[in-house]
């Protein structure tokens, strides 16, 4: 039989099965929900004595977790034409309150299940929950039908009261409230991609997503302090956004394809992306280059970004513009088309630089310390961000267990850019970014490992470049490119681990490579690393490190 004729019977039956049900409700359920130290507290809304036996019952309410019970959701759906559509497709309304820096969402979720097995609970990966009053769950449903559903810290399960089927597809509709902090010192301000400063409002890794799927599992770390822990899937996002009570001249720094529907309002979409982040101020200036006929890049920085040192004029907004232009084209030559028409680079006010699909931020120190030379970080991390481009938004992995997936790779990227670009800087990038720091450690450690931010970036970061250069000089040039691409090729779109990497090698560079694997990786000679593709290898985590407030 073959697999599109097994699809369609099952969705067949699928749908015949389910017709027989009837679980609508003549008395929809709602819950109230309150933040607070990060997680939620539900109570229940008052019910009138017709709706005991729907009752939405509270089962548990322990340190900030909670349990909720409700009416059965409405039967999943099955629909041949859904294959030809992503597997996850997000819709959201978005109304922001620029004065009081919250927002309400409404939003849909449509998640088409793929597997062989079908689904009896689904789950999404909630960021804005780990921070207190970060988010606010209003109302849940599945099929427009009321549902039951956990949430704690950044793990929203819902309870569907009929499994979803192979080749069926759902849809969840949330209502919330974001409320972000504001950005201040300490290890938090790392997280300013989802607070507000005086001039600058960011959300990012706001909207709720369908968890990642592997090894047949939601994928979801718990959230800590030193690195990330996201693990995305690719999803098509399609935003309205409107803002009231703004300043005058409000901006929107987005990625996608973004229309004006009015005063302070946009409609965003955005296809194939693992996130969606925007930025929002009334000081930013935007400034433009076009790259190609089909490529446009976009800083949109502040007046501080231009700086005037012993009479001379230092732009450095327009410094990133340049070096931007540079690296996507080096980066599509060395690794694969960049498949969008925008480009966009936000200054931050926060610390360093965090990427996003067709967007990233870099932080204001880095544009408001830019000396007028390229020995800085303004044009060190604007690269290494762009780069994520390809290490991360094209190619996936688990940035928790995995994290030198990506972060080694752009952070190799940066050297691969001066060497293209300023070969006379190529030993005084070693020695800035690399030597100085005599890392340490392991590179395919996990992000749960370390103590400290510093520890984790030499491990990952520093020792994986030198773990990349050794291979390339162990294999050459053009097999080392050859790698990158063939395993960008193999993982495009989907979430890679280290076993998809090292297959790529083929068998008679093994050996060649054999010394640099044994010095810098744990599981060196382990018999996965050749085998067949997985999805990471699982690891106990420890119970989580406080953040600074």
């Known amino acids: 039989m073959s697999n599109t004729f097994r699809l369609f019977s099952l969705c067949i039956a699928g749908a015949m099965a389910l017709a027989g049900c009837n679980l609508a409700k003549d008395s929809p359920l709602f819950a109230t929900v309150a933040a607070g130290n990060g997680h939620v507290r539900l109570e229940a809304s008052p019910l009138s004595p017709t709706d005991s036996a729907d009752a939405l019952a509270i089962d548990a309410i322990i340190g900030g977790s909670a349990t909720v019970t409700a009416s059965p959701a409405a039967p999943a759906r099955c629909n041949i034409v859904e294959v030809a559509k992503p597997a996850r497709r997000v819709r959201a309304d978005i109304h922001i309150d620029y004065e009081s820096k919250t927002a309400d969402v409404v939003q849909s979720n449509v998640f088409h299940n793929r597997e062989i097995n079908s689904l009896a609970a689904i789950v999404l990966d909630v960021q804005a929950n780990q921070w207190a009053e970060g988010f606010a769950l209003m109302d849940l449903t599945v099929n427009d039908e009321p549902a039951a559903y956990e949430l704690d810290l950044n793990r929203l399960h819902v309870m569907l009261d009929e499994p979803l089927e192979s080749g069926c597809w759902l849809e969840i509709g949330l209502s919330f409230r974001l409320q972000p902090a504001e950005i201040r010192d300490g290890l938090r301000s790392y997280r300013g991609f989802y607070g507000y400063s005086p001039r600058q ?23 800590i302090g030193i690195g990330e822990q996201v693990v995305y899937d690719v999803a098509d996002w399609h935003v309205e956004l409107s803002v009231d009570n703004a300043p005058d001249g409000l901006i929107l720094a987005a990625p996608g394809s973004v229309n004006a529907l009015g005063s302070n309002a946009w409609e ?5 992306s693992r996130d969606f982040a925007i930025s929002l101020s009334d000081q930013m200036i935007a400034s433009e280059l ?54 966009v680079i936000v200054q931050g006010d926060f ?18 310390n830019f000396d007028g030379g390229t020995r800085n970080y303004l044009t060190l991390i604007s690269v290494h961000e762009i780069a994520h481009q390809w290490w991360y938004a094209r190619i996936g992995n688990d940035s928790a267990l995995n994290p030198w997936l990506d972060e080694a790779l752009a952070t190799y990227s940066e050297y691969l850019f001066i060497e293209e670009h300023y070969p006379a800087d190529k030993n005084w990038w070693w ?41 390339r000089v162990d294999i050459g040039d053009d097999e080392f490119f050859k790698l990158l691409r063939q395993y960008l090729a193999a993982g495009d779109g989907k979430i890679a681990d280290p076993t998809l990497f090292w297959r790529q090698l083929p068998t008679e560079h093994r050996a060649l490579t054999q010394a640099t694997r044994n010095e810098y990786l744990r599981y060196a000679d382990d018999d996965a690393l050749f085998g067949e593709a997985q999805s990471g290898i699982p690891r106990e985590e420890p119970a989580g490190q406080e953040e600074s407030p």
């Open 431 to 471: 020695t800035f970014r690399v030597a100085g720091f005599f890392p340490q450690g392991k590179v395919d450690s996990n992000v749960y490992e370390f103590a400290t931010a510093r520890a984790y970036i030499n491990a990952v970061y520093l020792r994986g470049v030198q773990m990349l250069h050794n291979l």
């Open 290 to 343: 076009q790259v190609s006929d089909k490529l446009a890049v976009e800083v949109y920085s502040f007046a501080d970004a231009q700086i005037n040192a012993n009479g001379i004029r230092l732009n450095g907004a327009e410094h990133a513009l340049r070096e931007a232009e540079k690296a996507l084209s080096l980066y599509e030559r060395q690794f694969g088309p960049y498949a969008r028409e925008r480009f």
């Open 201 to 223: 409002l960011n959300l990012g890794h706001f909207l709720p997503t369908i968890a990642a799927r592997l090894d047949g599992d939601w994928r979801i770390h718990e959230p």
């Open 351 to 368: 610390p360093d630089g965090m990427e996003f699909t067709g967007l990233v931020f870099v932080g204001g120190a880095w544009f408001t």
């Open 268 to 272: 965003i979409a955005l296809a194939n």
